[in-house]
């Protein structure tokens, strides 16, 4: 496990506001309200309202305003030892709804981005098939398309924190995930395309990135709701998430989507069988290792308050954040202020969907006491969202995947919010 340093995100970076009180009573953003000048704040009018404003196609392709500059996805350097083959983290704290931004959607590469020109692009289709197929896009785009909402998340997300409470943040404990809508067209209608072989039980699904990425996938998961996807919130995939195809597994971990999707090649086994034991497995405390651990169990994180969003003053606070089940559909959601020792049920904020993000919030009236806050994601084959004790109790440490304990936040009387570990 690596050492914590200090470019982890710094605490005070994220809290230097909080000491400075009144100023920042009603802020958002520290920045944007150093930068407001008082001559522009009503009655006055403001200098915005004087002149006239930028011209239609400023930018061709809009990007966000300026005082939103640290909404952005953030690395941790000493995680990995290049960024080739690394991980960056999605900015939770910043989102709203239950949709991620293309631009701020978190990465995982195993070789680099590979930059992929659609019209050498091809999908080949083989293996135990009456038909082997190569589709171009423009053929995959003919197909019935269908749409999708789904979170994607890695099955490392929370991983760092098994041994005990280590990143003082909720984009670095929790961000490894996105959920975005997918165009594309199912895995079913592709492979019923080619004539499946009855003894067709595996796909080996390959990707075209330097690493050549690739996975084993059971034929009844790719016959079930897995697509080929060519777009994501309703635009062409960006580069970093697989331009122009990648495999969409709904509800299974992310190591699975297979991005710059090449090949898939039907077998009546799994390609991994050996080699698949030393990567994505989790190591038990018997020192055998659970492997094929497909499922993103149920989960939630409070978004606000958190590290990064401390709590600015007493009295009504929203506390708001994000649940998903790889399962089904999250049913309900309950909130803590306690540490666990009392729950009240948060709203949730529809559409709810399968395999999906689901938005809640919670009225919460702060007295200025240090609170625990958490939330329990409860999906609808009932399962209820662990707490982290619970799930070192059956599976160890040792393991860096699938922690989907319940995360407390500390919050102190001043406000300031600590990622803590107290059951
Ligand atoms: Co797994």
């Known amino acids: 496990m690596p050492e914590k340093k200090s470019n982890t995100p710094n605490r005070r970076q994220f809290l230097t506001g909080a000491a400075g009180g009144a100023l920042l009573a009603s802020a958002v953003n520290p920045a944007a309200v150093l930068a407001a000048a008082k001559e522009n704040q009503a009655p006055n009018v403001a200098d915005w309202s004087r002149y006239l404003g930028d011209g239609v196609v400023e930018n061709p392709y809009g990007v966000p305003s300026e005082y939103e500059a640290h909404v952005v996805r953030r690395t941790v350097e000493w995680l990995t030892a290049t960024r080739e083959s690394s991980i960056c983290f999605t ?3 910043d989102l709203h709804g239950f949709i991620t931004p293309n631009g701020l959607c978190f990465e995982r590469h195993h070789g680099g981005v590979a930059h992929v020109n659609p019209d050498d692009f091809q999908l080949m289709v083989h293996g135990m098939v009456d038909k082997p197929l190569i589709f171009s896009l423009e053929d995959l785009k003919r197909f019935p398309a269908e749409n999708k909402f789904h979170f994607l998340e890695c099955a490392a997300n929370s991983g760092m924190e098994w041994h005990g409470a280590q990143l003082n943040s909720v984009q670095y404990t929790n961000g490894m995930i996105h959920c975005v809508q997918y165009t594309g067209v199912s895995l079913r209608t592709l492979l019923n395309e080619c004539g499946v072989s009855s003894k067709g039980k595996w796909l080996h699904v390959e990707g075209g990135d330097s690493a050549g990425m690739n996975r084993s996938l059971p034929m009844d998961k790719a ?15 960006r580069p970093e998430n697989g331009y122009p195809l990648r495999l969409v597994v709904p509800g299974w971990e992310g190591n699975l989507w297979i991005k710059w999707l090449r090949r898939i090649e039907v077998g009546d086994q799994p390609w991994h069988a050996r080699e698949e034991t030393a990567k994505y497995t989790d190591l038990m405390p018997t020192g055998k290792a659970r492997r094929f651990t497909w499922v993103m169990e149920p989960k939630s994180i409070i978004t606000s308050p ?30 803590s202020v306690d540490g666990g020792k009392n729950w009240r049920p948060a709203k949730l904020h529809g559409p709810i969907m399968e395999k999906c993000m689901t938005r809640f919030s919670y009225e919460w009236d702060w007295n200025g006491n240090p609170a625990l806050l958490e939330s329990r994601a409860i999906d609808d084959t009932g399962y209820v969202q662990p707490t982290i004790k619970q799930l070192r109790e059956i599976r160890g440490a040792e393991s860096i995947y699938h922690n989907n304990s319940i995360q407390t936040w500390h919050v102190n009387e001043k406000g300031v919010v600590d990622n803590v570990q107290t059951r």
């Open 91 to 93: 900015p939770l704290q």
């Open 223 to 237: 016959l079930d709701d897995c697509m080929v996807a060519y777009a994501m919130n309703g635009e062409m995939l």
């Open 306 to 335: 958190s590290p990064e969003k401390p709590v600015l003053q007493k009295g009504v606070q929203n506390i708001t954040g994000l649940a998903w089940s790889g399962q089904g559909k999250v049913k309900r959601v309950d909130i």
